[in-house]
């Protein structure tokens, strides 16, 4: 794995480590502020199931001073009705007590007529009267008394009833007043209740108000988590380009260790020494990852002609690997021979050419070339290279 795929993947893992970190933070505070709008929804529950508790009770306070109203008003009605009755029979008794009184008066005259005619008669009598008319004239005078104390008596009976029908009116006005207090009471209890009704609106509004931020705030959690698993899926899917890029380069190497080999077999045949090169990085086209060519031994060449070829337009070698997938190869000629970057070769195969590549690096017994033009299907190694 060369430095770019080492820097790339290192990128990546910084790129995942702070979004996976950017995602736990945001989860995090959305953790904590939705724990915070649960414990206020939950303080808001319990403030309003005190609220209801209360109401309840107060209502219910409300309808037992409503059924003492009502009977007290039953009660009131019915004392009404009887004080009525008692006024009635009380002003029956006043007439009575006054008709009494006039009876009492006339009676008095007539004790007074009386006692005046018996003071005459017995004045009359101690001149004219006889034993006879003395005694009848006790007789009406005790009469008379007799009388005047059963009149008496019904009066003080009839004053007597008076005074416990007067009586009877007290227990009314009393009533009449725990009447106006309990209504007094159970107006402060109307009262009570819609204190409590429009608390109690009030925090079932603050607690729709808390219901919202709460959905707000999860679906804001959903689709950080929405975004999170996207983000996921993508590294996924980078990492899998990444082992499928890294198994094609493995592939690649293992192509470019045969032909190593291959020509390190070819060099022992012809007990010319190999050279070991260090791996030459073969720059791809955009997209696509540089490749790592391994160190190759320099291919054998043809025995040196007497005739000098140093010239740069008669430069030829063999191609002694070929990469079809990246669509470079790599000839036996180098920096030794006078190849330099960019220039560019004609591929041959049995004098006939089938395409053109350019150099991209070189080293001392060989060069990269990248393919620029190939006129048949794939290049073999044994065609021939030439300016």
């Known amino acids: 794995m060369n430095k770019n795929i080492k820097i790339l993947l290192l990128t990546l893992g910084i790129v995942s480590l702070a979004a996976v970190g950017i995602s736990a933070v945001t989860y995090l505070s959305s ?3 939705i724990a915070k709008y649960a414990e206020k929804e939950t303080e808001l529950e319990e403030q309003n199931t005190y609220l209801k508790e209360k109401l309840d009770s107060s209502q219910k306070e409300a309808d037992l ?30 007439q009575q007590k006054d ?48 009388e005047g104390k059963k009149l008496k008596r019904k009066l003080s009976a009839q004053e007597a009833r008076l005074e416990d029908a007067e009586k009877q009116t007290l227990p009314f006005e009393r009533l009449q007043k725990e009447k106006e ?4 009471k159970l107006e402060d209890a109307k009262d009570i ?25 999860e679906e804001q ?43 390190a077999q070819a060099i022992e045949a012809r007990e010319q020494p190999s050279i070991q090169l260090p791996p030459i990085v073969v720059k791809a086209e955009e997209g696509v990852p540089a490749i790592s060519v391994p160190a190759v031994a320099a291919m054998p060449r043809a025995p040196a002609m007497p005739v000098q070829i140093e010239r740069a337009s008669e430069f030829s070698g063999r191609v002694i690997t070929v990469n079809d997938k990246h669509k470079f190869v790599v000839i036996d000629i180098g920096r030794d021979d006078g190849v330099e970057n960019g220039m560019g070769f004609g591929v041959y195969r049995r004098d006939k050419k089938i395409g053109k590549v350019e150099v991209i690096e ?9 393919v620029k033009e190939m006129n048949t299907r794939r290049f073999k190694l044994s065609d021939t290279v030439r300016r």
Do not use: P
């Open 99 to 146: 008709a009494l009184l006039k009876d009492n008066k006339e009676l008095d005259e007539q004790l007074e007529r009386l006692g005046q005619a018996y003071s005459e008669t017995q004045q009359k009598a101690r001149m004219t009267a006889s034993d006879e008319f003395m005694a009848s004239l006790l007789k009406e005078k005790a009469r008379m008394e007799t």
């Open 193 to 217: 209740a819609d204190i409590l009704s429009k608390e109690l609106l009030k925090v079932k509004k603050e607690k729709a108000v808390v219901e919202g931020d709460l959905a707000k705030i």
């Open 65 to 94: 001073w409503r059924e003492k109203s009502d009977k007290i008003t039953v009660a009131l009605d019915k004392l009404g009705k009887e004080h009525t009755l008692l006024a009635r029979q009380y002003d029956s008794l006043l």
């Open 181 to 184: 207090a309990l209504a007094a």
């Open 31 to 33: 953790q904590e502020q």
């Open 221 to 263: 959690l959903a689709g950080i988590t929405r975004e999170r698993d996207e983000f996921s899926s993508q590294l996924v899917k980078l990492k899998q380009a990444l082992q499928q890029r890294l198994i094609e380069l493995s592939q690649t190497k293992k192509i470019l260790e045969t032909a190593v080999q291959g020509a």
């Open 362 to 370: 070189t080293r001392k017994n060989i060069s990269a070339c990248d």
